[in-house]
């Protein structure tokens, strides 16, 4: 069975740094040296209902950068979070988000691209909001106690110039080829049986070491604070 390439940004990605002062301010507050890297994996497939996790009132008007849903457009990245509603004909999120992986599954509208299964898509979604909500608590004890001030806010917002954007670029340019999930230099098998998910499993969980959720959540508090 094919090997897919996985999201290795630190090897892949030719990246710009930002500034030496806004370095230096990022660091000093916390941020870990591969914060691109690490934020980019918390936010490529960010939506307005994950957003609200960390403000209530967040909306369209952000400037989270995101994998575009329609792998057909031209531009792979959007420069925002968008909403991502479920139906309403089963009870519960969980059944109404499987429902429409399902229902939608062929059309290219997730933002996965063509070499995603069903059940590498399930995984993914959920795997995405267990992140999400391990963030939240982590924001919640550690980040609202000690806040970045505008000034590093400013710097982790700089998308552009700090290498978050590129590396979020990189992200969307590989599911055109494969499903890159993981910032680990090894192969990742398709999901298909209790060996394979073994092996997602061990990838995924690098993603809830504290220094990972810790520049995810500094960079949500400044993304969000302002609505």
Not at 199 to 208: M, N
Request: aromatic share 12%; with cysteine; hydrophobic share 40%.
């Amino acid at each position: 069975m094919k090997t897919l390439c996985v999201l290795v940004l630190a090897l892949g990605l030719a990246v710009a740094m930002p500034s030496n002062t806004c370095h230096k301010k990022l660091l000093a507050h916390g941020f870990s040296s591969n914060f691109n890297e690490t934020i980019a994996h918390a936010i490529h497939s960010m939506t307005v209902e994950g957003l609200k996790l960390f403000n209530p009132k967040a909306n369209e008007k952000n400037t989270v950068p995101t994998v575009n849903m329609d792998r057909h457009a031209e531009v792979n990245v959007v420069p925002y979070a968008p909403e991502d509603c479920v139906g309403s004909d089963f009870t519960s999120f969980t059944m109404n988000t499987f429902d429409k992986i399902l229902t939608n599954y062929g059309q290219d509208n997730d933002g996965l691209g063509a070499f995603w299964s069903p059940l590498e898509r399930v995984a993914h979604k959920f795997h995405m909001w267990d992140v999400w909500v391990t963030i939240q608590t982590v924001f919640e004890s550690k980040v609202l106690p000690n806040p970045p001030k505008d000034d590093v806010c400013d710097c982790i917002l700089d998308t552009e110039s700090n290498g978050i954007y590129k590396a979020v670029k990189w992200v969307s340019d590989h599911y055109d080829s494969g499903t890159p999930i993981t910032l680990l230099n090894r192969p990742i098998p398709k999901l298909a049986d209790a060996a394979s998910w073994a092996v997602w499993k061990e990838r995924l969980l690098w993603y809830y070491t504290e220094g990972n959720l810790l520049d995810a959540a500094n960079y949500l508090y400044c993304a969000t604070k302002d609505f």
